[in-house]
């Protein structure tokens, strides 16, 4: 390993530590004491607080530990922290959005001025396209805040007011979702959060740990989408499908032919109607029946459209 690589190691190794000898950074690391010594300073100089206690017996003793240990990256890695701080910072929308800018800054300010130059020529030349928000969500980092703390939160939406345990939060397409459990009637449901009038933390004690309610969840998966359903695609289709697909679908290949399978509930049949006709002449509905003739209907309405 380089140079560089060995510091980012020894920071690792020594980062839980109170106190460490030259002899055992020699052992760990197959360096010698000379080698050692300078690694040693230049740890110090990385931010690393460390004092030499004196005596025979006596070693390097590490002061205050930090909750960030300082990390060497190369100009590849730079550039793809960089490159990910650009591409969160294009959802106009995110629990943490406040925070982007100042971790810019931040990180600029510790490198130096060549790879500056490096990162602002990335940020030109390097794009990245994704379909921004389509709602406006103003409570995110408080959803996020409720899952983490294991909060019950009291919640009035366009359609329904209730206490709530939330699990997760989802971005899929330019809208914000939650998942959880509605404590007034214990359904699991998604909900999109644009939906949220008002947000309260409840006093209410949390009746599920977070690993109860990702039980929940695996079970309304299995169980909520019920309906089976096996589709045939075309190369193009597939390519369609892992661009756009959703918890519910899955890609399998047998005997040369792709084929989309999955469940939905009968609640979702109109969706998936209209999933399946995005696919035009890439896909062809091989069972349930109804699904084949909700898609037959959709097809005839377009065509009288005209």
């Known amino acids: 390993m380089n140079r560089s690589e060995r510091l980012n ?16 950074l020699m052992q760990e690391f197959n ?17 690393l607080s460390i004092y030499v206690e004196p005596g025979r017996y006596g070693g390097y003793q590490i002061m205050q530990q930090q909750l960030w240990v300082p990390i060497l990256l190369n100009s ?3 550039n793809a922290l960089f490159f990910a701080l650009k591409a969160l910072s294009l959802l106009s929308a995110t629990p943490f959005e406040k925070s982007y800018h100042t971790i810019y800054k931040k990180l600029m300010a510790t490198l130096s001025l060549s790879n500056q130059r490096q990162v602002a020529k990335l940020q030109r030349v390097v794009n990245y396209y994704s379909i921004p928000n389509l709602d406006a969500p103003t409570h995110l980092s408080d959803l996020l805040t409720a899952i983490l703390d294991e909060n019950v939160v009291q919640l009035t939406m ?8 939330i699990f997760d939060l989802l971005y899929r ?3 914000w979702f939650f998942s959880g459990v509605n404590l007034d009637n214990n359904a699991w449901g998604i909900y999109r959060c644009d939906t949220i009038k008002v947000f309260q933390t409840s006093e209410q004690p949390a009746r599920y740990t977070w690993k109860q309610l990702a039980q929940r969840q695996r079970s309304y998966d299995h169980h909520h989408h ?3 359903y096996k589709c045939a695609l075309t190369p193009p289709g597939r390519e369609h499908v892992q661009k756009n697909n959703y918890p519910n679908m899955h890609l399998t290949h047998q005997n040369d032919q792709d084929y989309l399978i999955g469940g939905y509930n009968q609640d979702e049949l109109a969706y998936m109607v209209d999933y399946l006709l995005g696919l035009g002449r890439n896909v062809r509905i091989i069972y349930p029946e109804a699904l084949k ?9 377009i065509q009288d459209f005209y």
């Open 293 to 301: 003739t909700a898609y037959l209907q959709e097809l005839q309405q």
């Open 76 to 78: 590849q890695e730079i």
């Open 226 to 228: 019920n309906i089976r």
């Open 31 to 47: 360096i010698s004491k000379r080698t050692a010594l300078r690694d040693v300073n230049s740890l110090e100089q990385l931010g």
């Open 9 to 24: 190691q020894e920071l690792i190794f020594l980062s839980y530590r109170q106190e460490f000898h030259i002899k055992e």
């Open 158 to 165: 366009t359609t329904v007011t209730a206490g709530f345990q």
């Open 173 to 175: 397409h330019g809208i």
